[in-house]
Every structure is written in structure tokens, then in C-alpha cells.
């Protein structure tokens, strides 16, 4: 089933080439764990840690997840978690709806519960603010990502990972309640689309 329209429009603009070399190191030890798990016909389990599990883990656990279906790389399950929870902040959800995923928030209250949509007929990505040991998410055999500087130094350790791979991005959050937020927003969210997208397409299932 294909994706929806408009986020497949903006999966084809997506340049991979504009990944500097350093960072396409720093993506391969991502690409490896992958890699490894599709060849030996394991359940491939990325789990997303940053801080508050609000901006950056969310918008890494739905790219490669949604990407990992775009390449039909098989049993990829991604999940998210931060080392205390908050909520997925309101401008993440505005921004992956924008560039085409169809969202629709589940629940109210301080930590809403959003339904994360990127084709009509697959299972959604449930978004929601948790901590990275929560029972939502795996409990080992998992590669835990570390999406954020503070959260890479705050936990060296991760219980149950089987891997641990620090591949952190700046904050959006500094540029909240000024002028440019929707424009910094967006800017991380291609980032992260955009290396995400080279995981994947460096993966043969």
C-alpha cells in the first residue's frame, strides 16, 4: 500500500546526498544493527531516547518507522522513551501533519495520546510521552538510539539494549515562542527524514 500522497511527495524530495560524511559515519552504526538483524531474519527494535520524549525521539521513532515501511525492510518496530515523561509537544504533531502524515489525538489532558498515520490501510504510530523503560516499550534485544546529548550523558547504560548508539540532533526547543519555531521545527524534522531515509535505503531485505 502506498504511502499517502503528499508525504510521498516529500519523501522523493528528500536530497541524502546533503549528509556530510562524518554523519554518514555516525548514521552506520545505526545501518549495522539493521542490517544484522534483517540477515538473520531477526525483529529489527529501535527504541529513541531523549530527555523529555517530546520533540526529537518522537519525530526519530515516526520518520524511521514510516521510512523502514517506504523501503519495506520487514519487521522493523520502533518505539520512543525519554528518561523522565512529558508530552509529545503540539508543534511536532502540527509539523508531521504538515508534511503529510494524518493525525488525530486519541486522549486529552497533559500527556495526549495521538494516532500517527502514514498509509491508509497500515497500523498507526502511537505517540505519546513515556519513559524509556516503560512497559510500551521493549524490555530487551533492542538498540536504544540516543537522539539527544543530554540523555546519551545521563545513561550510559540502558537496561536491555543490546546496543547502544548515540546519534544525537540539536534541540527545536530553542527556538519556542519565537518567530522561526515552525521553520526550526520543520528544518529538524527533514534532518531527520533525511538520514532516516539513508538507514533505510542502505538496508536490502
Avoid at 518522537?58 to 520487514?74: D, R, T
Avoid at 540516543?146 to 547502544?164: H, L, N, W, Y
Avoid at 527556538?175 to 522561526?180: G, H, I, K, R
Wanted: charged fraction near 20%; proline fraction near 4%.
Amino acid at each position: 500500500m502506498a504511502l499517502f500522497t503528499k508525504l510521498g511527495a516529500f519523501i522523493s524530495s528528500l536530497n541524502v546526498e546533503s549528509i556530510a560524511q562524518d554523519r554518514k559515519q555516525t548514521l552506520q552504526l545505526l545501518i549495522d544493527f539493521i542490517y544484522d538483524k534483517v540477515a538473520s531474519q531477526e525483529e529489527v527494535r529501535l527504541n529513541f531516547i531523549c530527555t523529555h520524549n517530546s520533540r526529537r525521539s518522537h519525530l526519530s521513532q515516526v520518520w524511521a518507522q514510516m521510512l523502514a515501511y517506504h523501503f519495506k525492510i520487514k519487521n522493523v518496530f520502533c518505539y520512543s522513551g525519554g528518561t523522565e515523561a512529558t508530552a509529545l509537544f503540539p508543534v511536532v504533531a502540527a509539523t508531521l501533519k504538515n508534511t503529510g502524515f494524518k493525525i488525530e489525538k486519541l486522549s486529552e489532558g497533559e500527556n495526549p495520546v495521538y494516532s500517527i498515520k502514514y498509509a491508509a490501510n497500515e497500523h498507526p504510530i502511537i505517540g505519546f510521552s513515556k519513559k524509556l523503560e516503560d512497559q510500551f516499550n521493549p524490555q530487551s534485544g533492542f538498540a536504544a538510539v540516543m537522539t539527544c546529548s543530554q540523555a546519551d550523558e545521563a545513561c550510559p547504560f540502558v537496561s536491555g539494549a543490546e546496543k547502544r548508539i548515540p546519534i544525537t540532533f540539536d534541540d527545536p526547543k530553542a527556538y519556542d515562542n519565537t518567530p522561526v519555531q515552525f521553520e526550526k521545527y520543520h528544518e529538524r524534522s527533514v534532518q531527520i527524514a533525511t538520514e532516516m531515509c539513508y538507514v533505510f535505503s542502505k538496508i536490502k531485505s
